[in-house]
């Protein structure tokens, strides 16, 4: 099917001229924890960062209960950590969004989220044109 086709045949997500986005979750550490909700706690031993969602969620609530009491171990030290949402692929539908996921996201396994998010084209008249 010829990619005019698959843009016209798709579900634009009630898009005006939709663009297909592969985003990749970003957490971009250190930071201080008086800036920021996001927590998360570092062993310098074992070069490891803990977040409420992974690796352990169980050893994550222990060192926060610790850092909560001032009586974390000395290898380990709190922070904080911003989350944002990172443009990795653009394509005109979500189907190579899914394709290029398929081929390529053993690539973006260190990042910690992966989502297909529809933007627009609308008024840039040269992306139309094509």
């Known amino acids: 099917m010829a990619i005019g086709e698959q843009i016209r045949a798709q579900d634009n997500r009630c898009t005006a001229d939709p663009v297909f986005y592969v985003e990749a979750l970003e957490r971009i550490r ?5 800036y920021n909700d996001n927590r998360m706690n570092h062993n310098h031993e074992e070069c490891e960062t803990r977040y409420p969602d992974r690796p352990d969620p169980e050893e994550w609530k222990r060192l ?59 008024r840039n008249v040269k992306m139309l044109e094509i």
């Open 30 to 34: 250190p930071m201080g924890t008086d």
């Open 64 to 122: 926060n209960e610790l850092d909560g009491e001032c009586e974390l171990p000395s290898h380990i030290s709190a922070g904080g950590s911003v989350e944002r949402w990172k443009v990795i692929q653009a394509c005109f539908t979500e189907n190579g969004c899914k394709r290029y996921l398929e081929l390529d996201g053993h690539n973006l396994r260190h990042y910690f989220g992966l989502r297909i998010y529809a933007g627009t084209l609308n």
